[in-house]
């Protein structure tokens, strides 16, 4: 325990902005190929990074960035194609999902936060009281790219400026309000059945969210609040790409009360991009 609280205090001084800015300017710069090469075969050895899905070779990428984003082969991912599934938007691994009890739901072992401090708008916390919700880690392994969970159209954005604490087990579990402190980028969507909620959720040397649907980069940068509402929703098709974070984090999905069921999944599990974690009630 008292190993953990020196852990926490670390991280908590550690210059974690600073950090990733650095870690981003490297990132983006066009490295000779004799240090980009082994930079990423090592990322990839030490990671687990699995190669044989991007549709680049390590030796076609001009900065540490594309890799990161890289996209993969055509059909290496399936989109569940019922009409009533709900997928998920990511690779990565689930770490909490249920139900909103009025407006408070899971962190992390016994780690509780609220909708409206999540995305700081008390109208629009109150949708999806009582409702559920998925969170999904993703790892730095792990493709980045996130894409709808449903086929409908994007209401808006809301970027909410914070921290860039690290977002993996150890932080979720013993710093509390940990997603309360990181930058946010929340992509509202409305389909057939309901109101969703995609909260992108940065971390450390994640500095950055990119939108699909705008093209547009936010980052800690950006200090005030953004909230954008669309005139004319973009409509999105499941699977379509809408974001990608630029250098792993977390995605938290949000859905109106009795909007979906969970299918059969499990805290801990790994999920593919595509794959069904949910459906659409009647």
Request: glycine share 8%; aromatic share 10%.
């Amino acid at each position: 325990m008292c190993l953990n609280r020196v852990a926490v205090f670390a991280i908590k001084i550690f210059p974690k902005e600073l950090a990733s800015r650095i870690m981003g300017a490297i990132s983006d710069k066009g490295l000779p190929k004799i240090i980009l090469i082994p930079w990423i075969k090592s990322y990839c050895k030490i990671f687990g990074v699995d190669m044989s899905e991007s549709e680049k070779s390590v030796r076609e990428f001009n900065t540490f960035n594309e890799f990161f984003i890289r996209e993969l082969k055509a059909g290496v991912r399936n989109i569940d194609s019922s009409k009533k599934s709900i997928i998920s938007p990511v690779d990565g691994t689930i770490t909490e999902f249920g139900k909103i009890e009025k407006d408070i739901f899971m962190q992390a072992k016994g780690k509780t936060y609220s909708l409206e401090s999540l995305l700081q708008n008390h109208g629009t916390a109150k949708k999806f009281e009582g409702g559920s919700f998925a969170t999904i880690y993703l790892s730095p392994k792990d493709y980045h790219r996130i894409h709808s969970p449903v086929s409908g159209k994007i209401a808006g954005y809301s970027y909410i400026p914070g921290s860039l604490f690290p977002v993996g087990n150890f932080s979720s579990v013993n710093i509390g309000g940990l997603f309360l402190k990181n930058e946010r980028l929340i992509t509202y969507m409305e389909y057939p059945k309901g109101n969703l909620a995609i909260v992108k959720i940065g971390a450390c040397t994640v500095g950055r969210i990119r939108t699909s649907y705008e093209n547009r980069v936010f980052d800690t940068s950006m200090k005030t609040k953004i909230e954008k509402k669309y005139a004319k929703k973009i409509p999105v098709k499941k699977g379509e790409e809408i974001g990608r974070f630029e250098l792993g984090s977390t995605v938290v999905l949000l859905f109106k009360r009795s909007s979906i069921n969970f299918e059969k999944i499990s805290k801990g599990d790994r999920i593919r991009m595509g794959e069904r974690i949910a459906s659409i009630t009647d």
